[in-house]
Structures are given as C-alpha cells and as structure tokens.
C-alpha cells in the first residue's frame, strides 16, 4: 500500500466520505478489539458496502493476545490488514507531546504501523490516498502519524481532518509553528464555530461581503475576537460600489477595512482552477489582498 495522502478523520466525516470516492480510495478503519470500537467499524463496513465505495480494509489496534486481531477481522467482517500490540511507549510519547516515531521508533507500535507501508519494490506507483476512520481513540491519529512519517520515498501530504485536530504534534510538530519568521494561515469554515473554540487565540482577519446577513455574522465574529481582547483584525469585504463601502464602514465603525473591490478575474480564475495570483497578479482585487497580506505579516 503505498502512501501518497493521508487524511486523519473523525467520525462524523465518514459517512460522507465513505461515499465520496474523490476523498479517498483506501479507506483505513483503525479499530480496538472493543464492543464499541468493532460496531463503529461495523457501522463504516456497512456504508462502504453501498455503490461507488472504495477499498476498505481494517487495522486491528491495542490488540493483547493472540485472538484479538482475528477477532476483528471477523466481527467487522473486513479484511484485516495489520495488528498494532498494546504499546505503553504510545502514552508515553503522547504525554511527552512527542511523535511516536521520535520516542521510540523500534517499539512494538511503530514497528507494526510502518509494516503497513510497503518498502519500494512492492509499490505499484499507483497514487494512494488513504483516509483513516475509526471510532473515537481508537487510534487513528497515532497511526496516520506514523504512515504518513513512513514514506519510503514517496512525497506525502499529511491532512488533519478531525474539527478537533492535534495530527500535528503526533506527527512530532509540536512548538514548530511558533517559531519565528514562520506564518500560518488558517482558512476556517463558514460562521461562528471554530471562532467561539478559539479560546483566546488570534483571529486578524474577518471576511464579509456588504450583504445584511453577512455583515451580521461579521460583526458577531468580529465581537467574538474583541471579547478575547485581541489587539488588531483587518476586515476585506468585496465592494461593487461607495454604497457598499459605506454600509460596511457603518456596520464596523471601530474597524478599519480593506476593501476589496468585485472582480472578475477572481471568478475567472475559479472557473479555470487556477490561483488568483497566478492568473491576475495585477487585478485590482489582487492587490488590495496582497496589500493585506502585507498589513498582516508585517504587523502581525
Ligand atoms: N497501540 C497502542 N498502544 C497503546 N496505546 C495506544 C495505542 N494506539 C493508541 N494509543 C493510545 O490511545 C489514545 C488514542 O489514540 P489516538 O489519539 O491516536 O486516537 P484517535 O482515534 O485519533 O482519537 P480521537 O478520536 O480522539 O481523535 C492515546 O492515548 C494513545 O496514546
Ligand atoms: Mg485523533
């Protein structure tokens, strides 16, 4: 099984995805050999067995004795592909914030999980992409930290998909993004969510358009960041007209906005898949964001 792209999901993303060929063609049911974690992959067998669904294969984890693997393979009814032993240098490197791999890279875990990964004399050259489910701690991120590290030459994109993600520090990140000269960007979803679970942590930019109903969820994201009593934010909006900006100034009178006129290079390059950036660096919309972007880096 070669390793091109690995995605850590959660529950709740796998009943969509199961479905969804274009999310992934393996899909990696990490399970424990626990009446809840085997109806869990029970459940996800199930989902896959429905049209269009891709490979689904299981990986039997924390397993003791010597029954536990078959055990899951025969109340999933899946193939199983792996048994990972019960490892204590698992907790271990979770409570040193440390990946596995780093800790104890020749433990029991880290030996089965890379057994996974065929060395390069077995690959195909097909292109993987794998996305890891399993009910909750059962250890998913654990493994797709260790596959996603084990690439045998291959390039290899590690995604957190989980709302509540931590891929990172088992991948052995943690500390790593707040080291100087070094930006992050986050792309939240639409609303509210991920901002009210930020619990203090910068948010610089809103985006609204001029619509009422936008400009509200604005608003409420831009007091939410104020509440956590943050000292800066930039607020983009696409402006058509002097209208437009109005509204936005009086919607946000203690802001400062960077306005960002409508333009159709952005729609152009969105029909054609390409960047913005790349396709109209010099657009009018383009470089006000550029100009933000700017404003952000350097003040931020
Ligand atoms: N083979 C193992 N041996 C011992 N402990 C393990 C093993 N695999 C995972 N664990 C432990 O199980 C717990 C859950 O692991 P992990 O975070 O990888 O699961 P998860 O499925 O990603 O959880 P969540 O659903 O919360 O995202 C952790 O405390 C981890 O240390
Ligand atoms: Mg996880």
């Known amino acids: 099984m070669p390793v091109e792209v690995v995605a850590d ?10 479905n969804d060929r274009s999310y992934a063609e393996t899909f990696l049911v990490v399970a424990e050999p626990t009446p809840a974690s085997l109806l869990s992959a029970r459940r996800l067998a199930r989902l896959a067995a429905t049209q269009r669904s891709p490979r689904v294969v299981v990986v039997a984890n924390k397993v003791r004795g010597q029954y536990d693997a078959e055990r899951v393979a025969q109340r999933t009814g899946l193939p199983c592909v792996g048994a990972v032993p019960y490892d204590p240098g698992v907790e271990d490197a979770d409570r040193a914030g440390r990946a596995v791999l780093d800790c104890d890279p020749d433990g029991a875990m880290a030996t089965a999980v890379r057994s996974l990964v065929p060395g390069p004399q077995h690959r195909d050259g097909a292109r993987v992409k794998l996305a890891v489910v399993g009910k909750g701690g059962s250890g998913k991120t654990t493994t797709s930290a260790v596959l996603a590290r084990t690439r045998s030459g291959r390039r290899t994109l590690a995604l957190d998909c989980d709302s509540d993600p931590n891929l ?39 985006v609204v358009e001029p619509s009422a109903k936008s400009l509200d969820v604005g608003r409420r994201a831009a007091d939410s960041v104020r509440e956590a009593d943050l000292a800066g934010w930039w607020l983009p ?22 306005l960002v006129p409508e333009d159709s290079a952005i729609v152009n390059a969105e029909r054609e898949g390409t960047a913005p950036l790349d396709a109209a660096a010099d657009a009018p919309a383009i470089r006000a964001l550029v100009g933000l972007a700017n404003d952000v880096v350097n003040t931020g």
């Open 237 to 258: 909006q696409t402006v058509r007209d002097l209208d437009d900006a109005a509204r936005v100034r009086a919607a946000f009178p203690y802001l400062e906005p960077v």
């Open 168 to 206: 990172g520090i088992s991948l052995g990140l943690l500390g790593q993004l707040s080291l100087p000269d070094q930006v992050v960007i986050a792309d939240f979803e639409a609303g509210l969510g991920t901002i009210l679970r930020l619990e203090g942590h910068p948010v610089d930019v809103v």
């Open 9 to 18: 999901g959660h529950d709740h993303s796998v009943a969509e995805a199961v």
